[in-house]
């Protein structure tokens, strides 16, 4: 993150809190405000998690983590905590991953005879750990993402497009897709980072364009259906996304809107590059049909619900302000899924996958080691 400000953060003992808390930036008032979110129990975090108040495949893994840890702290029940964490929302794999790592920590110090407290200080190192190496891995994907647009792209910087919001906001250090954005305008090899609005939740309008207008990227939003024109006019280098889940095949649940860029993409001869953990791979789903997308509700498209007033209530029918007529039905699926044959790469922070197969993928999550 920005050297002023963390998409989350773990505060210590409050005698006025009655204990440890888990302080988000609330993703839901940005742009218009930087408003904190101070989680002292678990239904407080779900809540949080379920409206977008933190987001972001990472970040979903690191507030899982720190959210069993608080249970663990504050004496709820860690297995019914790590179980109503792990299911708050289905598709993003790094959220049932991060509350395991801290829920397998606390269960081994119980299990060898440990105390509550040495448990809760153990679930509470893992997550920070996960924090931290969710970090050191961000800079290893903009390593990585970096030299593979150099061989990709070449002529006077690149103009790069990306979906939803993959930086800073969604990470310990500075995202996926957006980290690579990020080096390359640290290297000066940013001509233009067109940045899709996403609806209907806005992640590109609220928060890429925040953090490209806090990092002074040169940036252009776009409504989601004008990427076809920017690609017919030859204005698009590389598509660059994140992941919620990638399956064994290498297929990739995004955001709503990622699949139709990279059939854009292929059909206009263009990288689609998708920038992710190997912590957001899951060898245990063998391919996109497996991978449960999360079903928001309709309301989301049916009302317009302005960015400053977004709340964790704007998901309750009434939140906003009609735009189709009373009584619509609407289909409102979170995420969409991109076969392997239409992505060029898949950037991790172990190495660069491409061609994307089963085989090479599980060859690099198989390398040994942590980061
Ligand atoms: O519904 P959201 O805002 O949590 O969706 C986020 C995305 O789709 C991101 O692109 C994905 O989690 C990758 S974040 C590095």
């Known amino acids: 993150m920005a050297e002023d400000f963390a998409a989350l953060r773990w505060d210590e003992p409050d005698e006025h809190l009655g204990g440890p808390v888990l302080v988000l930036l609330d993703q839901t008032r940005l742009p218009a405000e930087e408003v904190e979110l101070a ?12 409206s977008l108040a933190v987001r972001g495949a990472p970040l979903l893994g690191i507030a899982g983590a720190y959210g069993v ?20 929302r289905p598709t993003a794999v790094n959220l049932a991953y991060g ?8 269960r081994a110090v119980l299990h060898e005879g440990g105390t509550q407290a040495q ?51 969604v990470s310990g250090g500075d995202g996926t897709a957006l980290a690579v954005v990020l080096a390359a305008h640290r290297a000066g090899e940013l001509r233009r980072l067109w ?17 490209a207008a806090r990092a002074g990227m040169p940036y252009t939003l776009l409504a989601d259906n004008a990427a076809g024109s920017l690609f ?40 689609f590059i998708v920038v992710a953990p190997t912590t957001t791979v899951d060898l245990d789903t063998p391919d996109g049909d497996a991978i449960e997308i999360e079903q928001r509700p309709g309301s989301e498209i049916t009302e317009f619900t302005a960015p400053h007033t977004f709340s964790s209530e704007m998901s309750q029918p009434g939140g906003g302000v009609p735009i189709a007529p009373l009584g619509t039905q609407a289909y409102n699926p ?29 060859g690099l999550c198989a390398q040994a080691g942590n980061i």
Do not use: W
């Open 39 to 50: 989680c002292t129990d678990v239904p407080a975090l779900v809540q949080a998690i379920q």
């Open 99 to 106: 509350v395991r790592r801290a829920a397998d920590a606390y």
């Open 69 to 88: 840890a608080l249970a663990a702290a504050r004496g709820y029940d860690v297995e019914e905590a790590a179980e109503h964490l792990a299911g708050a």
């Open 119 to 169: 448990a809760s200080a153990a679930a509470l190192d893992e997550a920070r750990e996960l924090h931290a190496e969710d970090a050191r891995g961000s800079a290893r994907m903009a390593e990585h993402g970096l030299r593979l647009l150099g061989e990709l792209a070449t002529g006077g910087g690149f103009r790069l497009l990306t979906h939803c919001n993959t930086g800073q906001l």
């Open 334 to 362: 979170a995420f969409d899924v991109t076969p392997p044959e239409l992505i060029t790469a898949i950037v991790t922070e172990r190495g660069v996958v491409s061609p994307v197969t089963a085989g090479e993928l599980a």
């Open 195 to 211: 940045v899709d609005e996403t609806r209907p939740l806005l992640q590109g309008a609220r928060l890429t364009a925040y953090e």
């Open 232 to 271: 017919a006019a030859g204005e698009v280098d590389a598509v660059l996304i994140g992941a919620d889940r990638i399956a064994a095949d290498g297929s990739t649940a995004n955001k709503v809107g990622s699949y139709p860029l990279a059939v854009l993409a292929r059909h206009h001869g263009v990288p």
